[in-house]
């Protein structure tokens, strides 16, 4: 390779160093983050078990250096808990924080409803409906997981559209902390249908870029979704001491 050709990757590297604030991760790191993600997710591992660096690196056949880096980026989301000599952890979250949680998503999305109807571009829209026709695609295959995941894309990319970081940022935050807690909602055939038409209505709320009545099925949708997850996970969901 040339002195010019190694220049400019060193270069490029530089750039999305400052650009990311960290240095580029190597894909197994990548794939570490999202399977555990996916497990924590779907409560395989579920709120409260201890995460085993042997046993999940035996099972995901990664080395210890990635799994470790992983499970330090999960800890940045709050996914997991990480205690000196003791490992990572699972967070139990009791039903009066998820709650809190609940409510500031629902806060947030009210406030992007009307910014996300006057700021949306035609980009940002159409990316929203693609995601909306995969995310249909995986219901109509009875893909729980790959659903749950786009739906989430789905919320983010709304919130997005606002064009206020603040928003955004709080709100990924928050929604990652407890999707485990919402994932269980799915689960029951008939919620899962309805959140599905509850998505086609806001939708159309986009394209007609109605900031109220957004505001008002984004809203409902969240309300109604934690109400299932909720009776669902019944007396699993610790109540705050």
Not at 157 to 166: E, L, P, R, V, Y
Not at 202 to 213: H, N, P, S, V, W
């Amino acid at each position: 390779m040339s002195a010019k050709a190694l220049h400019a990757i060193r270069r490029n590297s530089a750039s999305r160093i400052a650009a990311d604030g960290f240095a580029p991760r190597g894909l197994s790191t990548t794939v570490a983050v999202e399977k555990l993600r996916d497990m924590i997710t779907s409560g395989e591992l579920p709120p409260g078990s201890r995460i085993t660096e042997r046993a999940i690196s035996d099972r995901l056949s990664l080395s210890r250096t990635p799994l470790r880096e992983a499970l330090k980026i999960l800890e940045s989301e709050e996914l997991v808990v990480l205690e000196p000599h003791r490992g990572a952890l699972v967070p139990l979250l009791s039903e009066e924080e998820v709650d809190e949680a609940m409510s500031v998503l629902m806060a947030l999305e009210a406030l992007a409803a009307p910014l996300v109807c006057s700021r949306m571009t035609p980009e940002q829209l159409a990316e929203i409906e693609t995601l909306h026709a995969r995310m249909v695609a995986h219901f109509e295959a009875g893909e729980l997981l790959p659903y749950f995941t786009i739906n989430q894309d789905i919320h983010r990319a709304i919130i997005d559209a606002s064009g206020s970081h603040t928003v955004s940022r709080i709100y990924r935050r928050e929604s990652g902390r407890i999707q485990r807690y919402r994932f269980a909602g799915n689960r029951d055939m008939a919620r899962w249908r309805r959140a599905v038409y509850e998505h086609e209505l806001i939708l159309d709320a986009l394209r007609q870029r109605d900031g109220e009545l957004l505001k008002a099925l984004l809203q409902a949708h969240l309300r109604s979704g934690w109400k299932v997850s909720r009776e669902r996970l019944g007396e699993t969901l610790p109540q705050a001491p």
